[in-house]
């Protein structure tokens, strides 16, 4: 009871204008401060969406996240109710104080997806692989929801 | 120094545009070498190709053509294959360039030019 009140007072407070206005200020900041000042982690700015797939086939679904130059174990795959979360961090491998940085176009950050299963899967047959920077997760259908050929017998 | 800084994207509607993406690259120099760090995700280390034409420096990654598992439910993915041209530096020894790609990840180590170190000259007398 309490936590519904709590939410409904927050939903009250929302304004679309008080968004905007934020997200105006994030901006001139933005501008207005020397690139060489900016934190690489800006609140605004932060993170990054990796480009997700997913594929069907008769036996399973197959989720492919291009993830390149990541630590596999700085990848967390979470299966909840028929929802797949992917989530980790990529870092700056060379922070090293004597090196420049001439560009900057690589994403790091945080990074969250998450994908609803149009199926149910078997939860613990779950695999994932982690290969040239994709990572790739199969799921396989649970035998119910699989395609059944179905004979006719000729009587 | 201004090194490696003209770089050429492929002009939008153009036949290079059509058929490749431009990798994220990210450029950094180190006391000996510059380092360039290409996003290749799906590139494996038999589809890179580093051309080094005159003082221009090519990157392409191929992505194996393999059959995809299954149907596209939902897609982000481009089946492209990756092209950037970079603008080498006289100051850049482009006989010592070497490659790796792990992961994903294109490395070219761009050594500086011997004569263009830094040298620290001892006092004598």
Redesign the interface.
Known sequence: MELSNRYLENSAGWSAFDQLDSLRREMNRFFESPIEAMPRTLEFFNGWVP???????PE???V?V?????DKDKIDICLHEGALTISGERRIA?E?K??????????YGRFHRV?SL?KAVEGDKVKAS?????L?V?LPKVEEVKPRQIEINAS | MNTISRTEKPQAGTETERTFMTPGVDIIETKDNYLLKADMPGVEKTGVEVLLDKNELIIVGRRPAGAAAGNYVYRESRSRDYRRVFELDPAIDATRISAQVEQGVLTLVLPKAEHLKPKKIAVTG
């Open positions: 480009v997700v797939d997913l594929l069907e086939d399973k679904f197959t492919r291009e993830l390149p130059g990541m060379n090293d004597e090196v420049r940085l001439y560009r900057s176009e690589r994403a994908l149009p982690y290969k040239d920077g994709i790739e199969t």
